[in-house]
């Protein structure tokens, strides 16, 4: 734990994990990513430490954070610092089995593989809500950031989850959609239908043990250009958080956000962003 760090996020406000109610943690790995771009492994530090640098301010030797509009309420939000992907099974039966809700920072979307099968050992069925550029359900090949999707279909629910965002599909994830009946809502679902009618078919689809996994790609790159895989057309940024938090307002038990690449970031714009959505997903949490 807490390998390589110098601050915790900066809404960590416990260092007491009984009485946690949120845990933080960081898994720098990107052994599984195929991109040309890399740096993924550093994401947790860099979103880490713009939280600190950006959303809180020091005055006269006192700390004031910069919280989302409804605050944070009185939540207890423990940062755990870093794990290796071979510390995730035992790590999250000690969080889910504590009901607690984790939310992980990445590293290449491999990692949800991993997070969902740990998961899955104490809670079934998961329905995931997969927030991507990419279906990343590429099934000729395996265990890897391009074939997720696939490589968890054994611990989740198809018929409540999908994705959102999806713009750049490949022929054979396009099959696979089709043959296992994924529900997908892109960019221009969300243009056309706006927002509010957006939300309830969301809602309307998921279950009751919800798990978000975000790869930030899924947001265009004018508003997060610090990603391993940018896709034009993406969502924008208000528009994916709003999305967030009315799905994490009706319940959720854990989620991740993955793929900022900072490295590639124009002035931390990607980290500030997963820094401020972690802070948005914390204040809507029942």
């Known amino acids: 734990m ?106 290449d979307h491999s990692i949800t593989r991993e997070l969902v099968r740990a998961i899955s050992k104490n809670i079934d069925p998961i329905s995931i809500v997969y927030f991507d550029a990419h279906p990343d359900f590429v099934s000729s090949t395996q265990n890897y950031y391009g074939s997720v999707f696939f490589d968890i279909l054994p611990n989740i629910d198809p018929k409540t989850s999908l994705q959102v965002g999806i713009r750049t599909p490949e022929k054979e994830e396009l099959d696979n959609l089709k043959k296992y009946d994924i529900k997908v809502i892109t960019p221009f679902d969300v243009a056309e239908q706006g927002l509010e009618e957006i939300s309830k078919s969301i809602l309307q689809t998921i279950g009751k043990n919800v798990y978000i996994s975000f790869d930030m790609d899924c947001v265009d790159p004018a508003f997060a250009p610090g990603v391993s895989v940018p896709v034009p057309m993406g969502l924008q940024n208000i528009d994916a958080v709003y999305l967030l938090k009315k799905i994490v307002e009706n319940g959720i038990i854990g989620m991740d956000i993955m793929e900022v690449c900072p490295s590639y970031d124009i002035k931390d714009r990607t980290s500030h962003l997963a820094s401020r959505m972690i802070s948005e997903v914390i204040s809507s949490v029942k």
């Open 2 to 107: 807490r390998e390589g760090m110098e601050k915790t996020i900066c809404w960590a406000n416990t260092d007491n994990f009984d009485e946690a109610d949120i845990v933080i943690l960081g898994i720098p790995d990107e052994s599984q990513s195929h991109a040309l771009r890399k740096g993924t492994s550093e994401a947790p530090h860099f979103i880490r430490d713009i939280s600190n640098l950006r959303d809180s301010y020091t005055r006269e030797g006192t700390k004031s954070l910069a919280l989302p509009f409804t605050g944070i309420g009185e939540k207890k939000i423990l940062d755990y610092g870093n794990i290796s992907k071979e510390q995730i099974d035992v790590t999250f039966q000690k969080i889910i089995s504590n009901s607690k809700i984790p939310i992980t920072i990445g590293g």
